[in-house]
């Protein structure tokens, strides 16, 4: 009696040791869209804080201002490539106007503003969009973000009106909510 229980649950055993390898090749890979989103969205991050640093150290947040009018959107476009997505940061009160955020996006920089969430994957008509909170995390963003006149110098804030004339961007505290990466999968 207790060798047909040891039978059955052997060949139960085995029968599920066998079946298992099948179902899981049925099963079909899955994107990880937020763990790629957050790895693209971190390198894009570095690559620009690399290349203002490098700026400000060499001539100051106005020569890094220049740099990014002339460059930040090529760098953007370059990392698009490379990655088969397209990179770009969205607000509610932009610098350079394409990073206008849409209707939809100001309801979803809202809900990211207020939520303790980082980041979210939204799908829409097939498009796969990442988002990541952008926040004005070190003294640094402050020269060019923050308050004019005690923050940002009259020669900065000059050059600042000067590439930008229609500038929002300014008026900001260290930590504050500043808009999001935004990572579109290519479908
Ligand atoms: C040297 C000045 C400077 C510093 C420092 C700086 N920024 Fe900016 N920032 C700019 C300029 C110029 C643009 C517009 C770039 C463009 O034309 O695409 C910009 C654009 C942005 C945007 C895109 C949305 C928009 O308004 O166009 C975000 C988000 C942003 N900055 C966040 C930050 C954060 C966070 C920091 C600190 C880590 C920071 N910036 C530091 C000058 C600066």
């Not at 700026?55 to 990392?79: H, R, T, W, Y």
């Not at 969009?129 to 900065?156: A, N, W």
């Not at 009106?161 to 229609?166: A, H, I, N, S, V």
């Amino acid at each position: 009696m207790k060798s047909i229980f040891t039978l059955i649950a052997l060949t139960f055993f085995f029968y599920s040791c066998d079946t298992n390898p099948n179902t899981e090749e049925n099963i079909e890979p899955t994107t990880n869209y937020q763990e790629i989103g957050d790895s693209i969205s971190t390198i894009s991050q570095q690559t620009l804080l690399m290349n203002v640093g490098r700026e400000i150290k060499s001539g100051g947040p106005v020569q890094a201002i220049d740099f990014c009018n002339l460059n930040a959107s090529v760098l953007m476009d370059s990392l698009s490539k490379a990655h088969n997505v397209k990179i770009s940061r969205v607000t509610s009160k932009p610098r350079n106007s394409s990073n206008t955020a849409t209707n939809f996006e100001l309801e979803l920089l809202k809900s990211l503003e207020s939520s303790d969430l980082m980041d979210t994957v939204v799908t829409h008509d097939k498009q796969v969009t990442y988002y990541k909170t952008i926040r004005l995390g070190m003294p640094t963003c402050l020269k060019c973000h923050g308050i004019p006149g005690t923050d940002i110098s009259e020669e900065t804030l000059d050059v600042v009106q000067l590439r930008y004339p229609k500038d929002n961007a300014t008026g900001y505290h260290l930590g504050d909510f500043r808009g999001a990466w935004k990572i579109q999968f290519e479908d």
